[in-house]
T-cell receptor
Framework: GESVGLHLPTLSVQEGDNSIINCAYSNSASDYFIWYKQESGKGPQFIIDIRSNMDKRQGQRVTVLLNKTVKHLSLQIAATQPGDSAVYFC???????????FGKGTRLSVIA | KAGVTQTPRYLIKTRGQQVTLSCSPISGHRSVSWYQQTPGQGLQFLFEYFSETQRNKGNFPGRFSGRQFSNSRSEMNVSTLELGDSALYLCASNGGGPVYEQYFGPGTRLTVT
């Protein structure tokens, strides 16, 4: 499949451990944030989102934390599984119809 | 419901040539966005089309252009290819809601030699 990126930071975690992936965003006026997962050979897939009026949102095995003071976003994956191995991107959006701005991505490698 | 499809999946072109990539959005979706993905720059927005009109445009040279047809299918064209145009080109479709509610296709891998 396609190589998503050769220069990405990589996070290696043991299967069953929790993973934390971090992202610094650029625009303090951004009001919506999304995490995407991209597996080899596929396009990015939506994981979870959060609005700027929240600081935490939970999904199934995933939690997103937003710290607007330092413009920082994190994705926590509980009980990481081999199927979680992928590249993870954060994206920010300001006012609905402007384009998404993506972070550079982090490669998550799960060690079985 | 079928997802976003992109053709071709892989393409090899020579510097100076031009290329056309195609994207068919999810049925009923009228918005199509294009992105370029490279190891160095990550995912960068090229342009968005909605109902055959370009609604947003990224910061790319005029060699990159696009269009959308009445059936919402979209094409993007790159003229006078350069080595740096080698990338994964992703298309995303949107059902008319905010731009962040979009679904990505698998991409077209373009290699320029």
């Amino acid at each position: 499949g396609e190589s998503v990126g050769l220069h990405l930071p990589t996070l290696s975690v043991q299967e069953g451990d929790n993973s934390i992936i971090n992202c610094a965003y650029s625009n303090s006026a951004s009001d919506y944030f999304i995490w995407y997962k991209q597996e080899s050979g596929k396009g990015p897939q939506f994981i979870i989102d959060i609005r700027s009026n929240m600081d935490k949102r939970q999904g199934q095995r995933v939690t997103v934390l937003l710290n607007k003071t330092v413009k920082h976003l994190s994705l926590q994956i509980a009980a990481t599984q081999p199927g979680d191995s992928a590249v993870y991107f954060c994206a920010e959006n300001y006012s609905g119809n402007t384009p998404l701005v993506f972070g550079k991505g982090t490669r998550l490698s799960v060690i079985a | 419901k079928a997802g976003v499809t992109q053709t071709p999946r892989y393409l090899i072109k020579t510097r100076g040539q031009q290329v056309t990539l195609s994207c068919s959005p999810i049925s009923g979706h009228r918005s199509v966005s294009w992105y370029q993905q490279t190891p160095g720059q990550g995912l960068q927005f090229l342009f968005e089309y909605f109902s055959e009109t370009q609604r947003n445009k990224g910061n790319f040279p005029g060699r990159f252009s696009g269009r959308q047809f009445s059936n919402s299918r979209s094409e993007m064209n790159v003229s006078t290819l350069e080595l740096g145009d080698s990338a994964l080109y992703l298309c995303a479709s949107n059902g008319g809601g905010p731009v962040y509610e979009q679904y990505f296709g698998p991409g077209t891998r373009l290699t320029v030699t």
